[in-house]
């Protein structure tokens, strides 16, 4: 069949191979029908037409089903690949990764002093993690993606970025009277360090200055 048809018009395409689905079906049945009277069967026609079709029916039930299943299997495949690389590139960028060793370098650990003296490339970097971590949160809401697939990577960059700017983020939240400060970004360093304590055996950092 021409594919422009196919394109231009559907229901026609679709009203065709219907009715000449259903005469082939018809007109099978009428065979066999013919054919079981020549062996002595005495069966009714129409009896035997609502019996097979039934049959028929419930297979193709079950078989569209067993094909919506598959298909939804690999939607489900495809977007979990898709927001995993999307995680990968937004956490492993080289800025971001400048960024995050600006932070575990740099960055003091009494958010008092740091706010004090932070230059405005410190600042950047502060801003740019923060940001990041708030973008992997939207990517990874409403369980869009299994943790398990990404917990063992992605948990690292988050728990560490964390443990440094988690108290710069409730000095902030605290002295701006706005709870909601950086909360997306909260909200995902919780369920990390969860999963860290659980899955890792030391789940303590060890800060060093000439990591790659």
């Known amino acids: ?9 559907p229901l026609t395409v679709f009203l065709v191979v219907t009715t000449a689905g259903l005469a082939a079906w018809v007109g099978m ?18 009896a035997m037409v609502e019996a097979l079709s039934t049959a028929v029916a419930a297979a193709a039930v079950l078989g569209a089903g067993f094909v919506a299943s598959r298909e939804l299997n690999e939607l489900s495949a495809s977007r979990h690949l898709d927001v995993a690389d999307r995680l990968f590139g937004e956490l492993n960028s080289a800025e971001a990764i400048a960024a995050r060793r600006w932070v575990y370098q740099n960055l003091p650990d009494d958010p008092a002093e ?13 801003k740019s993690v923060l940001n990041s971590l708030d973008r992997v949160a939207f990517l990874t809401q409403a ?11 992605m948990n690292p960059m988050v728990v560490k970025a964390w443990a440094k700017l988690g108290p710069y983020v409730d000095y902030k939240s605290q002295r701006r009277r706005e709870p909601e400060y950086y909360r997306s970004a909260r909200d995902l360093a919780q369920p ?5 304590r659980a899955h890792v055996a030391a ?4 800060w060093i200055d000439d990591a790659l």
Do not use: H
Request: aromatic share 16%.
């Open 143 to 153: 369980d869009w993606i299994p943790e398990e697939m990404i917990m063992p990577w």
């Open 192 to 196: 990390c360090l969860a999963w860290r």
């Open 114 to 126: 740091g706010l004090s003296t932070l230059t405005p490339e410190g600042q950047a970097a502060v």
């Open 203 to 206: 789940a303590e950092f060890l």
């Open 29 to 46: 049945l009428l065979t066999v029908w013919l054919f079981l009277r020549l062996l002595g069967v005495d069966t009714s026609y129409w």
């Open 1 to 9: 069949m021409n594919r422009k048809w196919l394109e231009r018009y």
